[in-house]
């Protein structure tokens, strides 16, 4: 693009377009007027012409693209008028038959042994890890733990430490022992407030609490653990983020890793991971890869239970009909409204 | 029928199925507990060589964790193959079980939901008979994270083609809230990010005062203030391009000037000031109800001509231009609707208060209204000052009657001046989102302050060095009874029977063991002294009974596991929690051996004592 395409590009464009294209760029921008912000704008796009060009034409594009593409990225959750539509869907069933109670167990059963393959994504999030800060949002019983145990090791390797953090002791028990087993009791160790068994091993399993007080004594200088040598952070459960008690503690850990060790994120699916990992770049050395899925290994199919013993698919559809949670199965439908008369209290308001 | 499955029963139907192993999350522990009850008597055990694997595995555990050797529902878990696993156990028997059922030796576990994140174990079959969960004393609804976080812990990877999710209804169950959870996306993290005071000592023991906004800014927090910030900045943008067509005339600030103006033509022709007679809602109307004005009554609508208040009249009065040329005058109480419309309407000095040509042309205007008009947003605000009397004065200073872009002004003011108070709503709103951190951690600092842990200029007092290491809940108070010297001379089972009081997690008060005076002095000062603390922290629930409790367990040294549990109505799992926070606490003012050498003294000695038994199995 020549400068005078690009100008002539800029002129054709709303005055909002232009704004937004100037936030960061012009300093005060909203107190020019079109003309001055278009000068404005050519004056700076000598600066980095091809981010400015390449904005330009994503913005026009957006605009392009109709109204909801162009608003804020961040906010994972579908938008509104998605959901309604899910909703209303939901009202008008489909037209295929149920599942039958023979089809929803069909396929039960334990599976042929078979040689462990790593998943796409565990070869992703181990990949990332030697080079960069991870997070991890996979539903439970993925795997996180596989990719947890292969960086510690492949950081052990290169003689770095780590340290391994849940939120509950007693997971910090299971793993201790689970470790222990995996690289022999003299590689790992376990922190607790009062006790050390171990201190010295290059993996160290502890609650978040004792890492995040671990952070302030080295920040301050003192310090019982080799911090230095520190080469990856797991944490584990990291949805705890959202603990009303407890989530600034992670945080603070965080905010506190030195740069040299890398993090490594494991949470169970949450709603907005691109949030965390977005924030994790915007505070650490390194950009910080997302590592993401939703499809369970291991399909899961939901069914009811009546208290009579009787049991009928819970959904209409084989698995769980993501988006749908109308298509409820006629069988379990009809039993669950007959409990529902014959438990409740009369007079009282059903929900 | 029954208001729910029976265990028995369920098992019988899961089993039958080939649905086993199984958790079954139940609402409450004493819900695992009845069910394990229930399979006292049942008839459904297991054939003999699987109880003697269970014997066979349950013997390794035995050998590590020598506790769970008299568990009373041992005999229920060998015979049926069925356990209960909730926080009212010993971490130790949970162990057990996570490992029984990883080995596959178990048919189903009941748990608590509670629980769902912390277990370490899969199944086949996972149970759900309720739709909420007790959360600080109310139930809530379980969160979609939660339904699944619960639900996903069917289907064993490497063991299960399939994982099976089976919701059976209880009372009060909302089928609804586990179908949406099912089916739907997991909530949002939303950052929980407080500023505590431990949290301030350590940060200025280790940065600068000015480096710290910097550091907050790292925070969840401020990522997700700042998002937020970013929404409201795109606003004011198109806010500012709204504005454009109201930028500079004549005057620079033209908004200001005209509003001044106003203001002050207003104040000279209204003799009585109008803050007297009028409540809010009405005096905040009074500036718009100006000539030209569009206004609706209770029938049809109106042009005002103009504002006057005469002797007598409670008041303010309007002369009003109604359909078919009609002048009436009524009270300003009486305008229903104030339109976001006015028209030219140069006053003059007699009925009807404006010139002819002006009049025809407002009645004409009146009747070409469109059915709907914008209302006109008004500001409700109680204090409405009235000007100075300086500036009433100066009318004359002011260029505005004679400018030529007078009528410009008089009909962009009220758009142009809405848009600038949004402006500047959204500019405060900003503002704020971008600093509220920092100024919640200014007023940490300020408290610190008060208390003699930081200087004025920031720094940490010798106080504040040592009190930083005190980084638990109820910091403060830690540090204030250390200063206020309470424990001092206090033996390590009176540190920790107070400690213990303040570590609790349980808000279920349990029964009294004998308290000794010297702990009920002791809890009688902390409590005052929590009293006088709590505009600066909130003041802990503390519970006597744990404290006696813990400082016999200290004192006590014959005093056995179950000679503890005898002597209270706690569950067992629930007393070893104690416990173990009562040692976390204990450790933190181990630290302080620097500067309260006795005191740290004390705690070592607490935690040797309270380190026995049970307490000794795992680290
Ligand atoms: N690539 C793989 N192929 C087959 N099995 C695997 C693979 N990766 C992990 N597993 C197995 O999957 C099971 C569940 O793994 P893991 O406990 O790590 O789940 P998780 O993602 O941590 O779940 P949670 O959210 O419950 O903590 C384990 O038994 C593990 O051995
Ligand atoms: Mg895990």
């Known amino acids: 693009m020549t400068t005078d395409e690009l100008e002539q590009l800029l002129a054709q464009q709303p005055v909002a377009v232009l704004h937004r294209l100037a936030r960061g760029r012009v300093q005060r921008h909203f107190r020019a007027g079109k003309r001055r912000l278009i000068e404005l704008l050519l004056q700076h796009s000598s600066q980095n012409r091809a981010g400015f060009e390449s904005d330009l034409l994503t913005l026009i594009g957006e605009r392009q693209a109709g109204p909801t593409s162009g608003s804020p990225r961040r906010h994972e959750a579908p938008p509104i008028a998605h959901k309604k539509a899910a909703i209303r869907s939901s009202e008008s069933e489909p037209s295929d038959p149920p599942v039958s109670l023979t089809e ?248 | 029928m029954p208001p729910s499955i029976h265990p028995v029963d369920l098992i019988s139907a899961l089993r039958q199925k080939h649905l086993t192993p199984a958790i079954v999350f139940l609402t409450s522990r004493r819900a695992c507990d009845e069910a394990m009850e229930a399979f006292d008597h049942a008839n459904c055990v297991l054939p003999t060589t699987r109880q003697e694997a269970i014997a066979k595995a349950l013997e390794q555990v035995m050998a590590r964790h020598p506790s769970i050797a008299e568990h009373p529902l041992i005999s229920i878990v060998q015979r049926i193959g069925v356990a209960a696993h909730h926080a009212g156990h010993l971490p130790t028997w949970k162990i057990a079980i996570e490992e029984l059922m990883r080995q596959g030796h178990l048919d189903a576990v009941f748990a608590t939901t509670t629980l769902a994140a912390g277990v370490d174990f899969p199944a086949r079959t996972v149970v759900i008979t309720q739709s909420s969960i007790r959360k600080s004393r109310d139930f809530t609804d379980l969160t979609a994270g939660e339904v699944q976080q619960i639900a996903g812990r069917a289907g064993r990877r490497g063991k299960d083609h399939v994982g099976f999710a089976v919701i059976t209804p209880s009372p009060y169950i909302d089928l609804s809230v586990l179908t949406k959870g099912l089916t739907g996306q997991p909530e949002a993290i939303d950052s929980q990010f407080t500023i505590s005071y431990p949290m301030v000592l350590n940060l200025l023991k280790a940065h600068p005062h000015e480096h710290i906004q910097g550091i907050l800014a790292k925070s969840f927090a401020q990522f997700q203030l700042n998002q937020r910030a970013e929404v409201l900045e795109q606003k004011l943008d198109a806010l500012h391009i709204k504005m454009e067509p109201f930028g500079p005339r004549v005057c620079t600030d033209w908004i200001t000037q005209w509003h001044t103006f106003d203001h002050a033509r207003r104040h000279r022709h209204t003799r009585h000031p109008t803050y007297r007679a009028e409540p809010p809602e009405i005096s905040a109307r009074l500036p718009f109800l100006t000539p030209g004005r569009v206004v609706g009554f209770s029938r049809g609508r109106g042009i005002v001509l103009r504002q006057y208040r005469s002797k007598g009249q409670r008041n303010s009065m309007l002369t009003v231009l109604r359909p078919e040329s009609a002048v009436t005058e009524c009270p300003v109480t009486s305008v229903k609707e104030v339109y976001d419309r006015t028209y030219d309407c140069p006053e003059t000095s007699a009925y009807p208060w404006c010139s002819t040509d002006t009049f025809d042309r407002l009645s004409h205007q009146l009747e070409e209204l469109p059915l709907r008009l914008p209302l006109l947003p008004i500001l409700v605000s109680s204090n409405n000052e009235p000007l100075p009397d300086a500036i009433v004065q100066s009318l004359e200073d002011f260029s505005c009657p004679t400018c030529p872009s007078r009528s410009a002004c008089q009909k962009d003011f009220l758009t142009a001046s809405r848009l600038r108070q949004e402006q500047q709503r959204h500019t405060k709103s900003i503002q704020a989102l971008r600093t509220s951190l920092w100024h919640r951690f200014q007023e940490r600092v300020e408290v610190l302050q008060t208390f003699g842990y930081l200087t004025l200029t920031t720094q940490l007092t010798a106080e504040g060095e040592w009190a930083r290491l005190i980084r638990i809940d109820h910091s403060l108070l830690i540090t204030e009874l250390i200063r206020a010297e309470a424990f001092t001379g206090a033996d390590p089972s009176l540190l920790a029977g107070i400690l213990a009081s303040l570590a609790h997690d349980d808000d279920r008060p349990g029964a009294f063991p004998r308290i000794s005076p010297g702990l009920s002095s002791l809890l009688g000062q902390v409590r005052k002294l929590a009293e006088s603390l709590s505009p600066y922290e909130d003041p802990p629930l503390l519970r006597a009974d744990v404290a006696a409790l813990v400082e016999r367990w200290v004192a006590d040294q014959t005093l056995t596991w179950i000679g503890l549990c005898r002597l209270t109505t706690m569950a067992e799992g629930d007393i070893y929690r104690l416990l173990a926070r009562t040692l976390e606490y204990l450790s933190q003012v181990q630290t302080l051996k620097g500067t309260h050498a006795g005191l740290a003294e004390s705690a070592s000695q607490a935690i040797t004592a309270i380190r026995r038994g049970v307490l000794e199995e795992l680290p």
């Open chain 1, 104 to 351: 929803w167990l069909q396929g039960l059963g334990v599976p042929a042994p078979q040689p462990f393959v790593q998943d796409p994504w565990q070869i992703e999030a181990l990949a990332a890890v030697s080079e960069t800060d991870v997070v991890i949002s996979v539903p439970t019983g993925s795997g996180k733990t596989y990719v947890a145990i292969e960086a510690a090791r492949r950081a052990m390797e290169e003689n770095r430490s780590v340290i391994y953090t849940s939120p509950l002791k007693a997971l910090s028990n299971t793993k201790y022992a689970e470790f222990s087993k995996i690289f022999g009791p003299d590689k790992v160790g376990i922190l607790t407030g009062d006790r050390q068994e171990n201190g010295q091993a290059p993996l160290l399993v502890m609650t978040t609490e004792i890492l995040r007080n671990l952070l302030y004594d080295a920040a301050s200088g003192e310090i019982d653990v080799r911090l230095d040598t520190l080469g990856l952070v797991i944490l584990d459960e990291s949805q705890y983020l959202a603990d009303p008690e407890r989530g600034v503690v992670w945080e603070e850990t965080i905010i506190f890793c030195p740069s040299q060790a890398r993090l490594l994120l494991l949470s169970a699916s949450i709603g907005n991971p691109q949030d965390i990992a977005d924030w994790l770049t915007s505070i650490r050395s390194t950009p910080c890869r997302l590592v993401r899925h939703s499809k369970r290994t291991v399909p899961l199919r939901a069914g009811y239970l009546h208290p009579n013993g009787k049991l009928t698919p819970l959904f209409r559809t084989l698995g769980i009909p993501q988006g749908h949670p109308g298509h409820l199965h006629p069988e379990a439908k009809h039993l669950f409204m007959e409990y529902e008369e014959e438990t409740l209290p009369s007079g009282r308001p059903r929900r």
